[in-house]
C-alpha cells in the first residue's frame, strides 16, 4: 500500500512537470505568432509606406529627387532620420533639420534656416555670412545683383573659409561686433549704410560718402554704442544734417563733428 502512494506522487510530479514544458511552449508559440504578425503588418503591406512629407517651413523646398529617393515610399520604420537631417544641413542656407514621423505614413521635416547678415569683401567678390558666423558660399560683384541688401564689410582679414563652416579668423570678438552692428542697422535703423571697414585698428561704419561713424578700436564692444548712435542719426536728422563725423571711441560720451 505504501509503494503504491509513493508511486502515485511520481506520477504527479511528472504530470506537473510535463503541464509546465506545455505551458511554456504555448507561451513561447503564440510569443512568435504575434511577433510574425506584427511584423508582417509593418513590413509586408502598404499600411506604413510613407506618402506624404510635409516640411516647415514650405518655403524652403527639398529636392524632389531626393525626397522620392530618401523617403517617400520608404517604409516608416526603416527611414534613417539622421541621415535625412544631415543632408539636408548640407545646404549653407539650413541651419539645422529635424524629421519627425507621423504614423502611420507622413513625416514632417522642420527647418531652421540661417540669415545672410554681412558680405565680406574678398578678392573680386564678397564671402556671405550668417547671422551665427556660417560661410554661406562666395559670389562674384557680377553676380551678387542684390550685395546693397547686407552690409559689406571691407578690410575684414581672416584666415580661410568654406562654405557651411565657421569663419576662420583670429577675431571673432571683432566678427560678432560687425554682425551684432549689421543686425541692429537692419531693425533699428532706416538710414541706408554703405559699408563698414577696418581702418587703422578701427571699426568705421560709413554711412554715405560724407558721413561716418568711428566706433573706436577694434576690441571695444560695440554693443552699448549703437543705442547711442541712433540716437544721434536721429537727432542730427531732424536738423536736416545729413554729413560729418561720430566719433564714439570715448564710450559713454561721443561726439559729432561737422565736415565743412
Known sequence: MLQKKRCDQIYSGQDDESVKRKKAFKTVLSIVIFTAAVFAIVFATNIFIVEDCIMYPSEKPIDDSFL??????????LLQAEKVEKHIEEDPSIKS??????????VTIE???REKI???????????????GYVMGFETFSDNEAKE?????????FERFETNSILVTEDYELLENIIMLAKFLKSDIEESVDFVSIEKDHLILQIHKDFIVDFGPLGDPIENKLGKMKLILQDL????????????RYGNSPVYYPIQ
Not at 522620392?68 to 520604420?77: D, P, R, V
Not at 533639420?97 to 507622413?106: E, I, N, Y
Not at 541688401?149 to 582679414?157: A, I, M, S, T
Not at 536728422?237 to 564714439?248: A, D, F, P, V, Y
Open 68 to 77: 522620392s529617393e530618401s523617403i517617400l515610399g520608404k517604409n516608416i520604420f
Open 97 to 106: 533639420a529635424s524629421l519627425r514621423r507621423v504614423f502611420p505614413d507622413s
Open 111 to 113: 527647418i531652421v534656416a
Open 118 to 132: 554681412i558680405q565680406v569683401e574678398y578678392m573680386n567678390g564678397t564671402i556671405g555670412i550668417s547671422s551665427d
Open 149 to 157: 541688401d547686407y552690409l559689406l564689410v571691407k578690410g575684414f582679414e
Open 237 to 248: 536728422s531732424t536738423k536736416n544734417i545729413n554729413r560729418g563725423i561720430i566719433n564714439m
